[in-house]
């Protein structure tokens, strides 16, 4: 089961790259970014690696792609969409496979909720784990990733204030 799980979100995260870079609209490249880092939380989920997960969805999937839509919609002023709408036959068969899925996760749900939980343990790889590894073994490579995140930072500030004038 597991390794169906991994082969169906490795497809997933493949195939969501593949349409973050061939697709030519930036909006669109930006959701595809988006359900390519989900598609990776989900594969931290299957390593039992929940804090990793959790701060791939509240960090990247999150906060930064906010920030990189924000970003695509001031920078790059869209053309607005004119004309009769190519896909509406699927966004109307769009509503009843909705509405099925949400079935079938509230039959799922409803299943589960009659069997007792197993008693939590503390996975390896928790929060002070990865602490303790990236402050340790990985503090000159964490520290080096932030040098050039601030880089870029200040690349970028230099760039839009040249356009700018």
Do not use: C
Request: aromatic share 8%; hydrophobic share 60%.
């Amino acid at each position: 089961m597991s390794v169906v799980v991994f082969a169906v979100l490795a497809l997933l995260a493949v195939g969501s790259a593949l349409g973050l870079v061939l697709k030519r609209n930036a909006i669109h490249g930006a959701l595809f970014l988006v359900v390519n880092l989900g598609t990776v939380a989900a594969l931290y989920l299957t390593l039992r690696a929940e804090f990793l997960a959790a701060a791939q969805v509240i960090v990247y999937a999150g906060a930064i792609m906010v920030l990189f839509v924000f970003a695509i919609m001031v920078l790059i002023p869209g053309k607005e969409e004119t004309g009769p709408d190519p896909r509406r036959p699927y966004r109307l068969l769009a509503i009843p496979v909705g509405a099925g899925l949400l079935l079938e996760l509230a039959l799922i749900i409803g299943s589960r909720s009659g069997r007792a939980a197993a008693p939590p343990t503390t996975p390896p790889g928790g929060v002070e784990a990865i602490g303790r590894l990236l402050f340790t073994d990985y503090l000159f490579p964490f520290e080096l990733t932030s040098v050039l995140l601030l880089a870029a930072m200040v690349g970028v500030l230099v760039l839009a204030r040249r356009r700018a004038t």
